[in-house]
């Protein structure tokens, strides 16, 4: 994990925010294990580097490169891209309670065009994390009722339990 300190530290301009972000990374990470099950996530791995490099006016690729190879232990089967207009993803960012996101304190207008800035980081990210694993991206429309994306979810879940065979 000392690739992700590695990353925060020379990602410029130098932030201790930055670092903060790395740690919590590094914690998650810690908390999450393979096993034998299908794992399903949402962007959260790949959210929490595009949170370290967001608000970066340069960083290595190089560096980038080898956090992307160290969380492949982690990559889970189905990576989720929630498809959201930004207007929608700002007004729902807005309506949480408790949040901590450098975001909390903007007004909806400044959101949207931080959000229109880092939006292409964020999808660059989440197919680097894919490619560099065995990941798969399952791209989700956020305006479609919850319902319809649900059954979508619960599909691809029956369907990989239809593929596995149970030896006796």
Sequence with gaps: MGHIFALSLTTRPFDLK??????????????????????????????????ILADSAHHSRQRLDRVMLSLL??????????????????????????GNSRYDTLQLDEVLQQFAIRQTLLRKLTE????????RLLEIDGTQPAEANAARISALFKEQNSQVSVLP
């Design 18 to 51: 930055r670092l903060t972000r790395a740690f919590n990374l590094v914690l998650f990470l810690r908390h999450y294990e393979h096993r034998d099950l299908m794992i399903l996530l949402d962007q959260g791995i790949v959210q929490k580097v595009w949170s």
């Design 73 to 98: 232990p982690f990559a889970p089967d189905w990576v989720v891209w929630l498809d959201t207009p930004l207007d929608a993803a700002a007004r729902r960012l807005g309506a949480r309670v408790g």
């Design 128 to 135: 680097q994390f894919c490619n560099a694993g065995s990941a």
